[in-house]
């Protein structure tokens, strides 16, 4: 009988071993699968009011159909937005600067804009989206520009100035990338296989990008349900969701980082002391390691100062840009 009983135990053990093993595999194959088969539904029925307010473009490049708005004439000023955001990010800038410039405000393949890509096999790496920028720039027939990012619209236009310093008059960084330094831990995961995948295409939701939005500023009262509205839409597009967890993963700032004391181009740095993402000790590490930099922090601004804190960036920018040609 005792001999029955640990029997009868071992093949109840046995049975419940196995059990967990099928459901561990069936719960593996669920998430890759979610992961690489599923996506969020694109919201391509959305009209935004902003793009039709401003002067909305599209050119056509091998790399891309790139979405750009002009405004203005006089020296050439590009803006690049963050990743997540596209141009409408710019909107104080692209009115305040028009006055004495051209301003480009482009959506580049790395951020979630309405650009295009044509090149499916495009790698969201330094090169090749400083490349696509190139191919930007020569099909709307700028050969020089004084270039103007944020966090990784920064880093981009860092990495453009090292590559082509000949093409760049002034750079701004604003609260930018470009440091090899680590990224916010909820950044860092994404670049983890399948669990970026799965935590991008799973989070991608007006109220995600409402907390993002709002975390990147002092004075959330300027993240309104419109401008929420706008950046969510395009947000949805699948190119512009892989650009996030690919970007993550292949975005090197060990070689911006590597460039810093070759980059001899004029260099305006600001940054907003209260920034979450980027810690403003960066401002300084930029400024000591630029040979030509200028450093402007900014209290009561985060890690968008663009936005809620136009008032005190657009001077700066004016000044500062004035001299480009």
Not at 166 to 192: C, F, H, M, Q
């Amino acid at each position: 009988m005792l001999r029955q009983g640990r029997k009868a135990r071992y093949r109840w053990l046995r049975r419940v071993v196995s059990g967990l093993g099928v459901l561990v595999v069936a719960l593996a194959v669920l998430i890759v699968s979610t992961a690489y088969a599923y996506w969020p539904a694109e919201d391509r029925s959305y009209r935004s009011a902003w793009r039709a307010s401003v002067d909305s473009r599209f050119v056509d490049t091998p790399v891309a159909r790139f979405h750009y708005v002009r405004a203005g004439s006089g020296p050439a000023v590009v803006l690049l937005a963050p990743s997540p955001g596209w141009a409408i990010l710019w909107s104080s800038q692209i009115r305040a600067l028009a006055r004495d410039h051209t301003v480009y405000a482009v959506d580049l393949p790395g951020n979630t804009g309405y650009t295009q890509l044509k090149d499916k096999r495009f790698g969201f790496d330094l090169p090749s989206i400083t490349g696509a920028l190139r191919s930007f720039l020569d099909a709307v027939g700028v050969q020089r520009a004084a270039l103007v990012g944020n966090s990784w619209g920064g880093g981009f236009a860092l990495g453009f100035a090292q590559r082509f310093p000949d093409r760049v008059s002034r750079l701004v960084l604003i609260d930018a990338s470009g440091l090899d330094l680590p990224d916010p831990p909820s950044w860092e995961i994404v670049k983890y296989p399948v669990l970026g995948e799965l935590l991008t295409k799973l989070t991608t939701s007006r109220s995600t990008v409402a907390r993002y939005a709002r975390r990147s500023v002092v004075d959330t009262h300027v993240i309104t349900d419109e401008l929420v509205r706008e950046m969510y839409a395009p947000m949805t597009f699948r190119d512009n969701l892989r650009a996030i967890y690919e970007g993550e993963r292949g975005l090197d700032w060990s070689q911006t980082d590597r460039g810093l004391a070759r980059t001899r181009t004029p260099t305006l740095v600001i940054w907003g002391r209260s920034d979450p993402v980027y810690p403003v000790e960066r401002a300084a590490i930029f400024g000591r390691r630029l040979p030509d930099a200028r450093v402007r922090v900014l209290d009561q601004c985060s890690h968008s100062p663009m936005i809620d804190c136009d008032e005190r960036v657009n001077p700066l920018l004016a000044e500062f840009l004035a001299g480009a040609k």
